[in-house]
């Protein structure tokens, strides 16, 4: 089946809950070593020794839809009609980020059920178009270090991991083994602004 991807408008789709969860049973360690000559970063990827779940409802902030803070975003997705109510399938949220010229996507999310069938890639290919049109210089995005999954699948979408932040969630994400991974696709290496 080709499912179609639609807009989602914002007075129909805002607040909508996105379930992030995910099971993991590796993750990347990262370890900064500093020096006289200045630092290292370190990321090795690691097994746990239980997997490890990741649920949406564990967050104080639950990821959803047109978030307030996220001005100007516009979403796309994959909706069925199921009893007659519609069901959101999967979805991407994009976000300009005006000051530096980059497009953020801030929600990507595939329901387990339509995995491996090239829907995120589509969803994906869907922000790159968009970048492009709007004459963004990347897209940016990020991601945990124990979501290896995620982190797998946007590098084979062309992403690079550009840095990390590792008191984002909390002030113990590299003992939690859960650190924010900024990842960017450069769309034109060379910034014609400067």
Same mark, same amino acid.
Do not use: C, R
């Given at each position: 089946? @080709?499912? %179609?991807? =639609?807009?989602? $408008?914002?007075?129909?789709?805002?607040?909508?809950?996105?379930?992030?969860?995910? &099971?993991?049973?590796?993750?990347? @360690?990262? %370890?900064? =070593?500093?020096? $006289?000559?200045?630092?290292?970063?370190?990321?090795?990827?690691?097994?746990?020794? &239980?997997?490890?779940?990741?649920?949406?409802?564990?967050?104080?902030?639950?990821?959803?839809?047109?978030q307030d803070y996220r001005e100007n975003a516009d979403a796309y997705g994959i909706v069925i009609e199921e009893n007659g109510e519609k069901k959101l399938m999967a979805c991407i949220e994009i976000c300009p980020e005006e000051w530096s010229n980059r497009l953020m996507v801030t929600e990507l999310w595939v329901a387990d059920e339509l995995h491996r069938r090239g829907i995120g890639t589509r969803l994906m290919n869907l922000a790159k178009e968009k970048a492009r049109e709007q004459g963004r210089i990347a897209i940016m995005l990020e991601t945990q270090s124990c979501n290896t999954r995620a982190i797998a699948f946007y590098l084979s979408q062309g992403f690079e991991l550009i840095g990390y932040d590792s008191c984002c969630y909390t002030n113990r994400d590299i003992e939690r083994k859960e650190v924010r991974f900024n990842m960017g696709f450069f769309l034109d290496k060379r910034d014609s602004r400067f």
């Open positions: 089946m @080709d499912y %179609e991807i =639609i807009a989602l $408008p914002k007075n129909e789709w805002k607040g909508t809950n996105i379930p992030l969860d995910y &099971t993991t049973e590796y993750y990347y @360690d990262v %370890e900064t =070593i500093t020096g $006289p000559d200045g630092f290292a970063v370190q990321m090795k990827k690691k097994k746990f020794d &239980t997997p490890v779940t990741h649920k949406s409802e564990d967050y104080d902030f639950p990821d959803g839809l047109y």
